[in-house]
């Protein structure tokens, strides 16, 4: 069974690598169960999404 720790760690590497199958089942699990880890795959999620989104207009640098 995975950790917390692991699996913060493979949901924001999600970000960047598409995470092999074995991963995204074990993930899966993990999230059905603990409530704490679902919500940070949605705040992720969303943080993955606003990056997408602003990697699209690549002249617009703010740092
Ligand atoms: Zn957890």
Do not use: I, W
């Amino acid at each position: 069974m995975l950790s917390c720790r692991k699996v913060s760690e493979l949901l924001s590497d999600a970000l960047d690598r598409r995470p092999r199958p074995a991963e995204r089942l074990t993930l899966r699990l993990h999230l059905l169960f603990c409530k704490a880890c679902s919500r940070v795959e949605n705040q992720l999620k969303f943080l993955g999404t606003a990056l997408s989104r602003s990697a699209e207009r690549p002249t617009d640098r703010r740092k």
